[in-house]
């Protein structure tokens, strides 16, 4: 799914979402994928195996007829092999461990807002009677 957001009738904006995972192979950033594989303990001569099966590559790009100047490939690992989706697996196998993580964080913050709330609700309810709390609303 892609492109821009849509307006459904009721007037509110919608953010599309993308699970396209076409391009994921391309986005992986080699240095993080040797740091992965070095807390995984795995031996330097197989980390230094890897990463020149991924490193040290370059690629150019033609553009009616014109060459570009040459660069690095910083990321990305080589489809159509075995190793690859071996890495790729590696490199995202910490995904849950960090999204449960981001979702901690947010359900500490609704809580310190939810009970930031109550405490002005509180104080409010106490000092000035209902018609505090009806203000708060508004």
Known sequence: MGGTGARP?????????????????????????????????????????????????????????????????LSGIPQGTILGPILFIIYINDLPDLCQQFVEIYLLMMLNCISTLLVKMIICFSSDGIRCITGMVR
């Open 9 to 73: 009738s009721d007037g509110a904006w919608q953010t599309p979402r993308n699970t396209d995972f076409e391009k994921a192979f391309d986005k992986v950033p080699h240095r993080l994928l040797l740091q992965k594989l070095r807390h995984y303990r795995l031996k330097e001569n197989v980390i230094n195996w890897i990463k020149s099966f991924l490193c040290y590559r370059k690629q150019r790009v033609k553009l009616n007829g014109f060459y570009s100047d040459w660069a690095e490939v």
